[in-house]
């Protein structure tokens, strides 16, 4: 099985196990324990997370909050659009997805006498916009604004329904504050007020913002990995997290995205950048020591980051029993602990 062949990654997962709502509460949904050490499997329920937790690990997490990003509208045909916001960029403009038709200079119009200019089209799908209000352009705080009134929560893709209300709170972690993601840090979703005040007790907790994008859903196109353009996000490390970072002591990443952002300043030592480091069994993790994750797309970056810490092989053959065993699947789905 060669670790640079997008092939390699692929498994079958039926339908059914694709959970479309977390589990009520949340934390009774089921997690899966692999040890490293010892190379067991333990099955288990998340609320009894911190007696598998590595006693003397820092945990930490990502803070970023899920804005309203998707928005339907109308081209001055009528025809309809549906825009997904995926991150801001300099002057205002904003890089978006648009689901329709459209050219260069053409308008949009939305709800709240909101409006959108199309400034380019990019090569992988992109769209490079600037936002109106009444004819005033907008900042990222001003849009977001409006986007509160009129935007629906981006669900992944594979979450075959609308949103409703409970998504802005299913999908929102508790300590959910500084906006600016279009797709939740999915580990932290598992945790209840109770179970997290524990952890806080019990162990050191740390934060770092990483603004996830629409890109962590995009498919490895290339057969080979190494081919594959990583997307980048915009992140902030504050100094008692980097402080962590940079000592010896043990840390758990709470998901993909803590896992990669740590390990993005890890080699480059910047607090405040965008990361698009691609994590994989040739590029393993030289900082984070233990990971709590979701099950994750086939031929995904998230499998080949997951990949990277236990191989390949190991991967598919945790993934095959969590399948056995009817395990939820993906962003509602239940949780693996690699320790």
């Known amino acids: 099985m060669d670790p640079l062949k997008v092939e390699s990654y692929d498994y079958h997962l039926p339908s059914t196990l694709i959970a479309s709502a977390p589990a009520n509460p949340k934390d009774s949904c089921r997690l899966l324990v692999y040890d490293r050490k010892s190379q067991t499997i333990t099955h288990t329920r998340f609320y009894k997370i911190l007696e598998y937790l590595p006693k003397d690990c820092a945990v930490v997490l990502n803070d970023t909050k899920v804005i309203k990003a998707r928005i339907y509208g109308h081209k001055k045909s009528g025809g309809k659009v549906e825009l997904l916001l995926n991150s801001p960029l300099k002057d205002d403009n904003f890089l978006v997805y648009i689901r329709g038709k459209v050219k260069v200079g053409a308008e949009l119009f939305f709800e709240e006498k909101l409006s959108a200019k199309i400034i380019s089209l990019n090569s992988d799908g992109t769209r490079v916009v600037k936002f109106y209000l009444n004819g005033d352009i907008l900042n990222f705080e001003a849009l977001n604004e409006v986007l509160n009134k009129i935007g629906h929560i981006p669900l992944p893709p594979y979450i075959k329904r609308e949103d409703n209300e409970k998504d802005e709170i299913d999908y929102q972690t508790l300590f959910a504050k500084k906006i600016g993601a279009v797709a939740a840090p999915t580990a932290s979703l598992h945790f209840t007020k109770e179970l997290f005040n524990k952890l806080q007790q019990e162990f050191e907790t740390y934060y770092l913002t990483l603004h996830v994008g629409a890109g962590t859903f995009k498919p490895v ?47 480059n030592k910047k607090e405040s950048s965008n990361a698009d480091i691609f994590l994989h069994p040739k590029n393993p993790p030289t900082r984070v020591d233990h990971l709590l994750t979701n099950f994750h797309l086939p031929k995904s970056t998230l499998l080949m980051l997951v990949s990277s810490f236990i191989g390949i092989e190991k991967s598919l053959a ?10 939820r699947f993906f962003s509602y789905g239940d949780a693996m602990l690699i320790i």
């Open 318 to 327: 945790i993934y095959k029993e969590a399948i056995e065993k009817e395990y």
């Open 221 to 267: 196109e290339s057969k080979d990995i190494l081919k594959h353009k990583m997307h980048s996000e915009f992140y902030t490390i504050p100094k008692d997290t980097a402080d962590i970072i940079n000592s010896d002591k043990s840390i758990l990443a709470v998901g993909t995205t803590v896992t990669r952002t740590i390990e993005y300043y890890a080699r």
